[in-house]
Structures are given as C-alpha cells and as structure tokens.
T-cell receptor, first 110, second 112 residues
Framework: QKEVEQDPGPLSVPEGAIVSLNCTYS??????FMWYRQYSRKGPELLMY????GNKEDGRFTAQVDKSSKYISLFIRDSQPSDSATYLC??????????FGKGTRLSVIA | KAGVTQTPRYLIKTRGQQVTLSCSPI?????VSWYQQTPGQGLQFLFE???????NKGNFPGRFSGRQFSNSRSEMNVSTLELGDSALYLC???????????FGSGTRLTVV
C-alpha cells in the first residue's frame, strides 16, 4: 500500500462548480498536510498548509483533514478555468520528507 | 522576493554521461530538497540538505548525489545516466522544519 493514495482523474467540471479533491494516507504519524497546484511545465505551488485535523479556508479554497479516517480533502468553490491544473496532496511527519500523492488532473470547462 | 531558481531549465544528455543540476533557494531558506517527478511514479524524494548537511535521503541509487554550499545553494549530480533517469527534477526550499516548501520550475532532463 502506498503511503498516500490519490485518484489521478482526470476530473472535468463546468465553470462555477464546486470541486472536491481527496487523498487517503496510511501512516498515522503524519501531522502536516499540504495541497499543491501544478500547472503544465511549472513546479508545484503551495496552496494550503494545515496541521493535524480540522478545516482551513483561504478564499475559494478549503482544506479539510480527518486524522481518524486518514482522509484529506481540498474543496474549490466557484471553480474557474484558471484552476485547471494538477493538484497534489502531500503529508509530513516532523523532520521527515514530504510524501506526495500522484496528483489529480483537473479541467474546468468555460 | 525572488523564488527558487533552477538551472538549466532543459538538458539533453546521452546514456553514460553525467549531469549537474543547480538550485538557488529563496534568500534566508536553509533547507533544500530535491525531487524527481515522472508520469508513472509522481514526485519521489531524492535528498534534503539543511545548513550544508544531508538530513534525509530517499531510496535512489548512489549515482544520485547532492551537496549544499554555505550560501544554501545546492547542486545535485547524476552519474552514468540511464534512460530511466529522464524526468523533471524539482528543487524546493524552506526556512526550516514544517514551514512548507516552495518549489522551483524544475530542470527537464532527457537522456537519449
């Protein structure tokens, strides 16, 4: 079992839709959870950074962590064509390296 | 504030050659990590340096090596290149532990 599992998609939604992206992880020691967005030919860009369980909101983006079920989510409200990218979840425990999911490719259609 | 700078952006090398990639972190960031990204395996951790010391190492063969200089700039080297080393190599920097990482745009290495 991989440490972080993420559905690769692709996921295609109409503009204005609410998007839900999800990951599961296996290591209960993970404490830090991140979402990155990666456009084609670019490096990943940090979108959200959360510690332990709970929700964090930033504009149209909400990150949710449920440590009891080892489940992390990213919600995008009022999705825009500019949100079309690959979204990567990542987790970390203390000083250990980031462990990434393989990414979900999202297309928002105008 | 300048971001993470990686050079070169693109490289084409022949099997058996060696290559050196460079990364300049954000000013003040002391931690530099390297990742290999391929369509099949996603992002895989290579190594991390903090204040010139290797802090973590991923599960890659000894052909992959790195170092960090006193100004926090980092280099990674791949010797005896193989076709399977073709990938996007990403560098990320961070001020310290658990601050989140900022990535560069990567070096696209093609081995022919």
């Amino acid at each position: 079992q991989k440490e972080v599992e993420q559905d690769p998609g692709p996921l295609s939604v109409p503009e204005g839709a609410i998007v839900s992206l999800n990951c599961t992880y296996s290591n209960s020691a993970f404490q830090y959870f991140m979402w990155y967005r990666q456009y084609s030919r670019k490096g990943p860009e940090l979108l959200m950074y959360t510690y332990s369980s709970g929700n964090k909101e930033d504009g149209r983006f909400t990150a949710q962590v449920d440590k009891s079920s080892k489940y992390i989510s990213l919600f995008i409200r009022d999705s825009q064509p500019s949100d079309s990218a690959t979204y990567l979840c990542a987790t970390q425990s203390g000083n250990t390296p980031l462990v990434f999911g393989k990414g979900t490719r999202l297309s928002v259609i105008a | 504030k300048a971001g993470v700078t990686q050079t070169p952006r693109y490289l084409i090398k022949t099997r058996g050659q060696q290559v050196t990639l460079s990364c300049s972190p954000i000013s003040g960031h002391r931690s530099v990590s390297w990742y290999q990204q391929t369509p099949g395996q996603g992002l895989q951790f290579l190594f991390e340096y903090f204040s010139e010391t290797q802090r973590n190492k991923g599960n890659f063969p000894g052909r992959f090596s790195g170092r960090q200089f006193s100004n926090s700039r980092s280099e990674m080297n791949v010797s005896t290149l193989e076709l399977g080393d073709s990938a996007l190599y990403l560098c990320a920097s961070s001020p310290g532990v658990n601050y989140g990482y900022t990535f560069g745009s990567g070096t696209r290495l093609t081995v022919v």
